[in-house]
């Protein structure tokens, strides 16, 4: 237990180094999460228009 | 280069390579992670700060290549038309800025215990804060106008105009007197870093690399996607 606070206190750094791995993580997920839901979203989009297409017919 | 100019071309390329990309990319990550946070030792001087090294350089490095790739693309994309460039450069800009947030975050969560600040206005600081606004200003152009071509041109002069702050950022460490020191990896004599500290800032631009690549394969799905839905559009409005 002892051990596992000293790794995370990380020296009195810990303040400086735990925000700037949590900053990277969120903004590397947002963009990730950004980028497949427009690929989703545009499929979507495409398929419905095309099915509207083929029923106007 | 030409090979690749064809959308389904394009399409039959990268689809089977997505899965693998997405795949390598986390077990980087992984490896990365632990590699930077576990298994290497703290600096002598720096303490355990050094660790923020592992995701503040590589970043700065992808903010810096991926700046690149966008101004590469934009002039394939004015002089040939080139019909994935434009789309390549419009997938690339986001990733970018975001590469250039993290090196601006992290760099500024290093200067605090370090340099005793924040943030600084010296040379390397101030062209990564230009950098920055450089990618947010391509994003907004090329969504400026209601013709993507029209957009996407305006974009192309903007990120090719801009590249002249590339070597600004990487030399201003040697051209001027900065907080931030000078570089300690891609040097004339080689790295000046211990390879026990090597190891993981490989491993993790590596993941970055990997994460780079597969996100701007999906985003350039995205694009042709929505290139293709605008062109039905245009052509049943037309009827």
């Known amino acids: 237990m002892n051990d596992l606070q000293t790794y995370f206190a990380m020296d009195g750094y810990g303040g400086f180094i735990w925000p700037s791995y949590l900053a990277t993580a969120v903004i590397l997920v947002a963009l990730t999460i950004a980028s497949v839901l427009r690929l989703r979203r545009l499929r979507r989009d495409l398929a419905q228009f095309e099915s509207e297409r083929e029923s106007a017919r | ?239």
């Open chain 2, 1 to 239: 280069m030409h090979r690749f100019a064809n959308p389904a071309r394009f399409q039959r390329i990268a689809d089977p390579l997505l899965p693998w990309l997405a795949l390598a990319t986390v077990a980087a990550f992984a490896l990365g992670l632990v590699w930077s946070l576990v298994a290497s030792p703290a600096d002598y001087i720096q303490s355990e700060t050094v660790r923020i090294m592992y995701v503040h350089v590589p970043a700065a490095w992808m903010a810096l290549a991926t700046y690149a790739t966008l101004a590469v693309a934009s002039a394939i994309a004015l002089v040939w038309r080139h019909p994935l460039a434009d789309i390549a450069a419009r997938a690339a800009a986001p990733l970018g800025a975001g590469f250039t947030l993290i090196a601006l975050v992290t760099g500024s969560l290093w200067g605090k215990p370090m340099w005793g600040t924040w943030w600084v206005w010296d040379a390397r600081l101030t062209s990564v804060l230009i950098l920055f606004f450089l990618y947010l200003g391509h994003i907004a152009l090329s969504h400026a106008f209601d013709d993507p071509q029209r957009g996407a041109r305006a974009a192309s002069v903007l990120a090719i105009v801009g590249a002249v702050n590339l070597p600004i950022v990487k030399f201003s460490v040697d051209w001027w007197n900065t907080l931030h020191q000078p570089a300690s990896v891609f040097r004339m004599d080689g790295p000046t870093i211990d390879p026990a500290m090597l190891g993981p800032l490989f491993a993790m631009a590596a993941a970055y690399l990997l994460f780079f690549v597969t996100l701007l394969l999906v985003r350039m799905k995205a694009e042709l996607l929505a290139a293709r839905l605008r062109a039905r559009q245009i052509d049943r409005a037309m009827r």
